[in-house]
Each structure stands twice: as C-alpha cells, then as structure tokens.
C-alpha cells in the first residue's frame, strides 16, 4: 500500500503556531487512507522541536532570493525569522531536511501539506512559492499537493491522475 506523508494539524491535532489544528474537511478520503494504513502524520516544526503555541515566522526575501524561497532558505541565501525577530533559519532547515527523510524512510512518493505555513506552504505563502519543507519534499521527488486538492492525490493514487502542479 503505498503511503502519504501528511501535514499533522490537517488530522486535527493542535499544533499550529497559534494552538489550533487546520482540520481538513476531506474527512472521508482521511478516514479511508487510515484504514488503509496509507497516513504518514508529520509536523516538521514540532518534530524539532518548536513548542506549541509559538511566534509566527516568514521567510524573509533578499535581493538573492530567487523564484523559490524555500530553496534559497535550504541553500542559505534566505532567512527564517520569527515575529519576535528570532532567527530560526537553522532549525526550519532540519525540519525540511528531516521531513524529506521521514517520507523517503516510509517510501512516500505524495505529500499533502498545508498551505500557508514557512514549513508546508506549497500554493501561497505571502508571495506564491515553495517554502522549506515542501522545497525539501520536492527534490526528493515527492509530489506535494496542498490541502485543497487532497481528492487530486486520491485520484492520482488510485488511478493515474495528473500531476499537482
Ligand atoms: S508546520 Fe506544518 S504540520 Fe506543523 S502545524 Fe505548521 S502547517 Fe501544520
């Protein structure tokens, strides 16, 4: 059975910066990839360590940055800083990096991330780019799919549908 790496907060656990979940309502797809023993739950923040609740962060843009700035924050030219003006670059780095491990590890060739977050973004972070754990699942061939197309992987997995971007 081929598996999914998927954001944990859209499973409904309360890890977002802010202390809430992002419960997606694709419930029956979920449901149906638990059952099937396909989930591969993951928050890249929370498995390095950041506490919940904590500071909102962004990607910080330099003249360096290029069209994907979550490759210019794994290759050093782009910064993470948090609300409170922390500089947590190092730390959202190894979470790109260990997530893109863990679903190697599970033989994950899909992830679903949520959009909007410096780890999962895929469609839109402020700027309409990649961010760090969605870059890092991206050069290891992993298709990600951002949690409004949950039903786009389901078809893809099930029978072939194109790709998510
Ligand atoms: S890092 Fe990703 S999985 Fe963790 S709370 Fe943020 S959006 Fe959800």
Known sequence: MERVLVSACLLGRPIR?????????????LE??????RLVPVCPEVAVGFPTPRPP????????????????????RARVIEATGADVTDLYRRAA?????????????????????????????????????????????????PQGRIAGSDARLRHGAPDPS
Do not use: K, M, N
């Open 97 to 145: 990096h260990d997530t893109a491990t863990l679903a190697r590890r599970h033989g994950c060739r899909h992830a679903i991330l949520t959009d909007g977050s410096p780890s999962c973004g895929s469609t839109f972070v402020h700027d309409g780019t990649f961010t760090g754990a969605s870059a890092a699942l991206r050069r290891a061939g992993i298709l990600v799919w």
């Open 32 to 37: 149906r990839w638990q059952r099937e023993g």
């Open 57 to 76: 962060a962004e990607i910080r843009l330099t003249a360096e940055t290029g069209r994907s700035p979550g490759d210019d924050v794994l290759a050093g």
């Open 17 to 29: 910066y802010g202390g809430g979940d992002e419960r997606s309502g694709a419930v029956a797809i």
